[in-house]
């Protein structure tokens, strides 16, 4: 077993995150940014916009990220022993393009309760300030959900551009990542990432997000894997596993799946972004 230790489930229970940890080697990452290239080249279109969101269904590759052992293990420390892959999101950042992702809490839209559920940001390339890595307000997970506003910028990588005004930058702190490295936070967390100022591209693939069983969608419908232990809950409806890229069956589960995240995202939106 690779739980986390005393002191990785203190970091997380008092600053909301916790980070690196150590999962996958460079290999079984090259592997990654080798099965997005192709993807990308082969079918331009594919993560594009809301197609960035639930890849693992199209992808053995990626599934067998959300089903990771070592990833797992650390996932139970957090939320116990009964796991179930609720979503996952690709977060590309192409050189020196003016993508970012605002300060927010992902418990504010996402209708998942209660609680029991961790977001897992896996490192595909370094994750650097230079280059956008998240930025986590310490501590905000143990306050309310905050006032967002929804800004629909552009260029900004979350779905409404929703936003919490006036974080104090004292109180954050860089997530650094190395490739194949992970890190854990909190449904409540308030964190945001800015543009990637580098002259490569930064990759990050989330588990968003790994839940237990006994959580619920409260807003609408979430399809999920069992990734450990038993859903005796039966709150959603269960998905197989891909065994080979792109294939019809799976497409066609993967737009369902996103079909029903966006009207999740978007309930009660006065209108609808590009993501």
């Known amino acids: ?57 199209i992808s053995p590759v990626f599934d067998q990220v959300c089903h990771n052992s070592k990833i797992l293990d650390a996932v139970e420390s957090i939320i116990g022993k009964n796991i179930l892959v609720g979503g996952t999101t690709l977060f590309i950042k192409d050189p020196d ?12 839209y996402i209708g998942f309760e209660p609680y029991n559920w961790v977001t897992a940001w896996l490192a ?92 619920d969608q409260v807003i609408g419908k979430v399809y999920v894997q069992q990734a450990r232990g038993k859903d005796t809950f039966k709150y959603h409806e269960h998905t197989t596993r891909p065994v080979e890229l792109m294939n019809k069956d799976d497409i066609i589960l993967k737009n369902k799946a996103n079909e029903e995240l966006s009207k999740i995202f978007y309930k009660d939106a006065k209108k609808i972004g590009k993501y």
């Open 1 to 57: 077993m690779n739980s986390l230790n005393a002191d990785q489930i203190k970091n997380y229970e008092d600053h909301g995150f916790v980070a690196p940890i150590n999962v996958l080697s460079l290999k079984e990452v090259k592997r990654i940014k080798e099965e997005i290239e192709h993807i990308e080249k082969k079918w331009p279109n594919e993560l594009i916009g809301l197609g960035r969101n639930n890849v693992h269904y």
């Open 97 to 108: 393009a003016k993508g970012f992702v605002s300060w927010h809490q992902d418990a504010k």
């Open 124 to 215: 595909i390339t370094d994750a650097n300030e230079e280059n956008g890595c998240m930025r986590m307000w310490l501590g905000s997970h143990k306050e309310k959900i905050k006032d967002h506003k929804d800004t629909y910028d552009k260029n900004n990588l979350l779905t409404r551009g929703q936003t919490v005004q006036n974080v104090p930058i004292e109180e954050t702190a860089l997530n650094i990542l190395k490739p194949g490295q992970l890190s854990l936070h909190h449904p409540m967390i308030v964190h945001g990432s800015g543009p990637n100022k580098s002259n490569k591209r930064r990759i990050g693939f989330v588990i968003q997000s790994y839940i237990g069983t006994n959580v």
